[in-house]
């Protein structure tokens, strides 16, 4: 467009050619070419015409008005339109984005745990059991009492005569300040020596050992596994798949004694436990005595540390104490009592056998 341009110093007027860019105008004012963005102009009508001016300097450039509404209807404003409109879908897109992420992690992941778990193939989730007990055997070493370890052995090899697993169920004692027992990927079940010092007869400690072998075979292991092993790799593609933030997560998350289990999982481990003892001939009359003595102590106000922690990985406890006297069945007992003394003597202060087997 053209214009009259006054340099704010002298009288003279410059006829100019004026450039209108997207972002800015340009004219050539004297041996000088003015670069004005237009977010930096001044516009003051003038009927017909607008004198423009660049914020802070004395140099004016007059122009008629219909070109000046052509020039910013035609660049500017349209420009300002997209980058808003680019802004607004960069922002709906995130929004989405996130979106789509929490649906993953809390709907997805979640839903999909059951058939991913049920898809592994064994042989990996046993070599990822491994990976856990590696890490494990620092934390929580194995108890010291080779007998009584021989014991819990057997124990498993005969439960898995009751049981449809490929898996080898390893029952094996391990030091750890706290009441709890833990199934691993591909079939160990690590039981804490404090546990068994508060299982008061065989009948209990086979109860819980059952429990975590149901755990195993019902696959329930390798779905908690499932679920923090996308959590985790959700994270790495969030924050970067080169931080190790994901994997961090998947350590943390994916510790056993983190590992949770659904309300229904529980209740089907119990249920699916005593199930594998009663076809074995064993009494399935444990589980209830057991679970109604911890929750006991915590109802009469006695928390011992150890024992809350078997309770929160254990919610309502005596809820399921009720609903497994309801099927328990009387048997054999699962260990003699030559047996049972050598279990229990098994964590106790005796010197520390080699980890390496
Ligand atoms: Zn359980």
Known sequence: ????????????VHEVE????????SFRLGDEVQLWRLSEIEVEPLGDQVRLRRRGQGARLTVAAEDWRAAAAGDAAPVARRHRRRERRLVIGLFIAAAAILLFVFVGVPLASGPLARMTPPLLEESLGETYAAQLQFA????AGEEGQDILHAFGDRLE??????????????????VNAFALPGGRVLITGDLIAEAETPDELAAVIAHEAAHVEQRHVMQAVWRSLGLGMILDAV??????AGQQVVLL?????????????????DARG???????GYSSEGMAPFFRRL???EQRGERRAGVMEFLSTHPDSLGRAAASEGRARPGAPAFSPEDWRMIKAACDGAPRRSSSD
């Open 161 to 178: 005569d009751g049981m449809d697993t490929p898996f080898n169920i390893l029952v094996e004692a391990v030091e750890a300040p706290m």
């Open 274 to 280: 005593q199930e594998i003892l009663q076809a074995l």
């Open 239 to 244: 924050v970067g798949g080169g931080t190790g």
């Open 1 to 12: 467009m053209r214009g009259k341009a006054h340099d704010g110093e002298t009288a003279a």
């Open 253 to 269: 998350a994916g510790s056993v004694t983190e590992l949770r289990y659904s309300r229904e999982a529980e209740a089907e481990a």
């Open 140 to 143: 929580f070493p194995p108890c």
């Open 18 to 25: 004026v450039e209108v860019s997207s972002w800015a105008i």
């Open 295 to 297: 929750a006991g102590d």
